[in-house]
């Protein structure tokens, strides 16, 4: 019986990457997409100064994949590798996912791991209990702290940048959401690299800029490394980003290589384009960029808690980095 094989070997193809008219067995789609990430590396010049890089890793498919194949580079890339995790007090969500990246950390030997508990920055809280105390969605109080904390540590192990799992769907059905319902200024956040603040803020880099999300969750099955395969449960039925990726992947099927064609698109739309972050000061509290003296962090939680944890959450970071130094 005729079987497709592979373009490197002859070996049965598992996968048929058709953007690439490319067939391939599962040990050449793994060195496949490693090289397509070096090749994003060095395209969008994610780590160009210093090689030291945060990486956040939630447990879930495309962190824990970035992981990997990071890992695999970093040698030949001269990369330097911080793990950084954050436990979102999710209920047993979040037990699975801080499980999966302490796996995944262990079967690399990857060190230092940097696992921080919300619980022990909020006063016993998780994120759902301070977003009720809030006022505001789980989501979008998540999205605020871990974007905090993750630049507190950022800063703390001097890190030239926050690498992120976000993958080419990710990114365009933000993209999109942003051109319909957003202002310029968010639709300019999400591209391969965006530049940090001098002191204040560290740079982001997403190198899974071009791997699509089936990408990378046929690379996380096809490597065995462990992730939690659940959405979060406090993920919104139905999103906009939801309705924004059934779409791509339709105009994917009838057109491929259109994915990977507007993710590009989008970098040279927005290269050069102002930028709007407008005047940045340092936190008066805990150091950390603000818009006016307070971030929102120390804002936040003084409003809950009647004093801003910022001061508190370095403490417990920095305290945290220097324990995995010895
Ligand atoms: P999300 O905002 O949940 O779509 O996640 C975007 C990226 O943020 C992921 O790809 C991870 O790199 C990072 N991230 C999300 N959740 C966590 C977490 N709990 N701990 C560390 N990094 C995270
Ligand atoms: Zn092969
Ligand atoms: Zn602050």
């Given at each position: 019986?005729?079987?497709?094989?592979?373009?490197?070997?002859?070996?049965?193809?598992?996968?048929?990457?058709?953007?690439?008219?490319?067939?391939?067995?599962?040990?050449?789609y793994?060195?496949?997409?490693?090289?397509?990430?070096?090749?994003?590396?060095?395209?969008?010049?994610?780590?160009?100064?210093?090689?030291?890089?945060l990486?956040?890793?939630?447990?879930?498919?495309?962190?824990?994949?970035?992981?990997?194949?990071?890992?695999?580079?970093?040698?030949?890339?001269?990369?330097?590798?911080?793990?950084?995790?954050?436990?979102?007090g999710?209920g047993?969500?979040?037990?699975?996912?801080?499980?999966?990246?302490?796996?995944?950390?262990?079967?690399?030997?990857?060190?230092?791991?940097?696992?921080?508990?919300?619980?022990?920055?909020?006063?016993?809280?998780?994120?759902?209990?301070?977003a009720?105390?809030?006022?505001?969605?789980?989501?979008?109080?998540?999205?605020?702290?871990?974007?905090?904390l993750?630049n507190?540590?950022?800063?703390?192990?001097?890190?030239?940048?926050?690498?992120?799992?976000?993958?080419?769907?990710?990114?365009?059905?933000?993209f999109?959401k942003?051109?319909?319902?957003?202002?310029?200024?968010?639709?300019?956040?999400?591209?391969?690299r965006?530049?940090?603040?001098?002191?204040?803020?560290?740079?982001?880099?997403?190198p899974?800029?071009?791997?699509?999300?089936r990408?990378?969750?046929?690379?996380?099955?096809?490597?065995?490394?462990?992730?939690?395969?659940?959405?979060?449960?406090?993920?919104?039925e139905?999103?906009?980003?939801?309705?924004?990726?059934?779409?791509?992947?339709?105009?994917?099927e009838?057109?491929?290589?259109?994915?990977?064609?507007l993710?590009?698109?989008?970098?040279?739309?927005?290269?050069?384009?102002?930028?709007t972050?407008?005047?940045?000061?340092a936190?008066?509290?805990?150091?950390?960029?603000?818009?006016?003296?307070?971030?929102?962090?120390?804002?936040?939680?003084s409003?809950?808690?009647?004093?801003?944890?910022?001061?508190?959450?370095?403490?417990?970071?920095?305290?945290?980095?220097?324990e995995?130094?010895?």
């Amino acid at each position: 019986m005729y079987s497709v094989r592979c373009k490197y070997c002859g070996k049965r193809a598992v996968v048929s990457l058709r953007y690439a008219m490319l067939n391939l067995c599962g040990e050449h789609y793994l060195n496949y997409i490693i090289s397509k990430v070096e090749k994003t590396i060095k395209r969008y010049r994610l780590v160009e100064r210093s090689k030291r890089l945060l990486v956040a890793v939630s447990g879930g498919k495309d962190s824990s994949v970035l992981t990997h194949v990071l890992w695999s580079l970093k040698s030949k890339l001269d990369l330097e590798i911080v793990l950084f995790h954050l436990h979102l007090g999710l209920g047993e969500y979040s037990n699975k996912q801080e499980r999966a990246v302490r796996e995944l950390a262990s079967l690399l030997a990857a060190r230092p791991l940097i696992v921080v508990y919300a619980r022990e920055i909020l006063p016993g809280d998780g994120i759902p209990e301070l977003a009720l105390k809030v006022g505001r969605s789980t989501c979008s109080v998540c999205g605020a702290v871990k974007r905090y904390l993750m630049n507190v540590a950022a800063m703390a192990v001097r890190a030239d940048a926050i690498a992120t799992g976000h993958n080419t769907d990710d990114i365009l059905a933000y993209f999109l959401k942003n051109l319909v319902f957003g202002g310029e200024e968010y639709s300019l956040k999400l591209t391969p690299r965006t530049e940090g603040l001098d002191g204040l803020a560290i740079a982001r880099a997403r190198p899974l800029y071009e791997v699509y999300e089936r990408e990378t969750l046929l690379y996380a099955i096809l490597s065995k490394i462990p992730f939690v395969h659940e959405e979060c449960p406090f993920r919104p039925e139905r999103s906009i980003e939801e309705v924004n990726k059934d779409y791509l992947n339709r105009l994917e099927e009838r057109a491929p290589g259109s994915k990977l064609r507007l993710a590009r698109r989008f970098v040279s739309m927005v290269t050069g384009s102002e930028s709007t972050i407008g005047e940045v000061l340092a936190c008066r509290y805990c150091g950390m960029p603000s818009r006016s003296g307070v971030c929102t962090f120390c804002r936040l939680t003084s409003r809950v808690y009647g004093e801003p944890l910022g001061p508190k959450a370095v403490d417990i970071i920095k305290a945290k980095i220097l324990e995995s130094k010895t």
